[in-house]
């Protein structure tokens, strides 16, 4: 049985444990690799996937559409090692957001019926997987909680932090936030207009340097004490 210290864990590493587990049992039905292009849209809302991606390398979000007014939202991001939309096995809903290619990627295909035989013959994979589904539930409400309590300039603040630390550090530059006005609006869940308002405003406090196609952050000692 997985040991006790998975109870601990964050869900993108039992998330990672898990696909690790399923690759090994399902080799023969695991598909050859495959890369797709940056903004690729995988599954769409509405759709039940006959197959989940594991993502050998590259990033998938999960985009939640909300309103009339075409605000979207990325409540979810899959990395490298990780198994996208694990949530989908057993279910008989439907996706309800888009699963999309954040950037180029490479993903191995694993058929779902393969998957849901593999969890009801071992015991050890499916308490992983409830164990994985838990902590996934638990992180999301501690996010919804605090993120409704937060304002449109900490929740910028926030979101900026978090991609700062995830880009490579080049040695004797700032750190760099590479994407678009739209897909900071998308992660922030906030409008564009109110964006561009957050970044100027930090940019004139000496936070952040707006050029084009990316995001230098000064300060990220500020932007965290703001989120």
Known sequence: MPDRHDETESSPALNRRLAQALAQRLQAELGPPRRVAAGSVLCRAGERPPRLPLVVDGRLDAVLHLGAQGLQVIPITFAAGEMAMLSMLFASRPLQADLV????????????????????????????LVRFLAQRLREVQQRERVWLERGVHARVCATLARLAREQPALPGRPMA?????????????????KLSHELKRLEKAGTLRLRRGAIDVLDLTALDAWA
Not at 109 to 126: K, N, S
Not at 181 to 186: A, I
């Open 101 to 128: 290619a954040a950037e180029a990627s490479m993903l191995r295909w694993l058929p779902v019926p393969a998957i849901e035989q593999a969890l009801l013959r071992d015991g050890e994979l499916l308490v992983m």
């Open 177 to 193: 936030v590479v994407a678009t006005h739209e897909q900071l609006s998308m992660r922030c869940g906030v409008s564009r207009p």
